[in-house]
């Protein structure tokens, strides 16, 4: 019996067994139903859009999918990175990368998926905080001397930036901080690096940038550590991370959100053309106004040196004017000399008039007492026919009563006296107690 040498295998090539495989799933499962997480959707300039699905349970599985601009043009909602969605299309096989592709016919939002639900507690959290307040917010240096940039030295992000800065202002330093910008040590050495800069205290403005990406990709910045240590920077921080859509959490604690790297850059340096037009124009409104000041001071100095000039006309008006203080000197002085005399005379009638009145006053004064006087000497009493009787002693006998007999009296009447001797004594009636 002859042995008979099997027939050698086909030998596939890479297309046609790609296409087969591609038919095999699709006569296999036919329109199939999936549901999962989008990150990195990206709609091209054609209309279509590409993207990948996560696991929704957290599993480590992705799929590659596409929705072409006649399907995504049914879409009534606008597709983000981190949006839970339930898909309806055909699994097949992407010749050209040979790997396994979604063709999205539809597509519903469920909710968002987690990581976008984390971004939101975190979000939330912070703000609580105060870590996003406005009030905190510090305004960036407007003319720095040196700039410091966190981000990856390998990022694109970098490139851009030292390119605007060079651009913009080429006389500005910058200083790099390096840091990985993705990966899970990411979050922990870019607060590092943050912290790093505030230490040296070597820069006026802090720029933390990087690139675009996925939400995955740009997770480092929605860290709490990252986002802290912008917040505690002691020096203004603007933050820049993946384009104008993107958002991040350290963006919302920085002293200001960029857009972009690029913008980032823009934003914390002045344009040197714009500030050489305004050094210009200060400059010559700076010449204008000396030379306006020389000008008045030019003239102010002519006109003091003509009035130099001339110091016989000055002595003269000098002289004019201590003449004429001179004669209002002395007429003030000689009408002075009148009122005083004049109010001497009016004193002295008024002192002449008040001592006539006083020395009348008192002659009638005098005249009333002295006929007062007069009216009261004794004199004048016994003028009239009356005697005064004293006793020996000279004391005056006022009544009969203490005289006794033979008691030596004096009597004086107004034109002499005699000595007298009582002989008898009559009462005209009895004293008081007699019987």
């Not at 879409?75 to 010749?95: H, K, N, S, T």
Request: charged residues 25%; positive net charge.
């Amino acid at each position: 019996m002859l042995n008979q040498t099997p027939p050698p295998a086909r030998a596939w090539s890479v297309a046609a067994l790609l296409l087969a495989a591609s038919d095999a799933l699709q006569s296999r499962l036919g329109s199939i139903t999936v549901r999962g997480e989008l990150t990195g959707f990206t709609r091209a300039a054609s209309g279509h859009c590409y993207f990948t699905l996560k696991d929704d349970e957290g599993q480590a599985a992705v799929l590659r999918c596409a929705m072409f601009r006649r399907a995504s043009m049914l879409l009534d909602f606008r597709p983000a990175d981190g949006q839970q969605v339930e898909l309806r299309g055909r699994i097949g096989v992407y010749e050209a990368r040979g790997e396994l592709q979604c063709v999205v016919e539809s597509m519903q939002r469920l909710g968002a998926g987690s990581l976008y639900e984390l971004f939101l507690r975190s979000k939330a959290r912070l703000e609580a905080a105060g870590l996003f307040d406005a009030a905190r917010k510090r305004p960036i240096a407007a003319y720095p001397a040196r700039i410091g940039v966190v981000t990856s030295l390998a990022a694109a992000a970098l490139h851009d930036v030292l390119s605007a800065i060079r651009r913009r202002a080429p006389h500005v330093g910058v200083i790099v901080y390096p840091a990985p910008v993705q990966g899970t040590e990411a979050p922990a050495q870019l607060a590092e690096a943050i912290r790093r800069a505030g230490v040296r205290a070597e820069v006026e403005t802090l720029i933390v940038c990087r690139g675009g990406g996925s939400l995955e990709d740009l997770w480092a910045f929605n860290e709490e550590i990252v986002v802290r240590a912008v917040a505690a920077s002691p020096i203004p921080v603007v933050c820049g991370v993946g384009h104008e859509t993107d958002v991040c959490l350290a963006e919302l604690a920085a002293d200001r959100r960029a857009p972009t790297p690029t913008a980032a850059a823009e934003f914390a340096t002045p344009l040197r053309d714009d500030e050489l037009q305004r050094l210009a124009h200060l400059e010559r409104r700076l010449r204008e106004a000396v030379q306006r000041r020389l000008d008045t001071q030019a003239q102010r100095l002519d006109r003091l040196a003509l009035r130099l000039g001339r110091p016989a006309r000055l002595l003269s008006l000098q002289v004019g004017r201590l003449q004429m203080l001179q004669q209002r000197g002395r007429s003030a002085l000689l009408q002075t000399t009148r009122l005083q005399r004049r109010r001497i005379d009016e004193l002295a009638q008024r002192l002449a008039a008040s001592l006539r009145r006083t020395v009348a006053a008192r002659h009638d004064r005098l005249v009333q007492v002295g006929a007062r006087l007069e009216a009261a000497d004794p004199r004048q009493v016994l003028a009239r026919g009356y005697a005064w009787i004293s006793d020996a002693g000279g004391r005056p006998v006022t009544t009969a009563q203490a005289l006794q007999r033979g008691q030596p009296l004096l009597a004086q009447w107004s034109d002499g006296q005699a000595d007298l001797e009582v002989s008898a004594v009559r009462l005209d009636r009895a004293p008081d107690g007699a019987g």
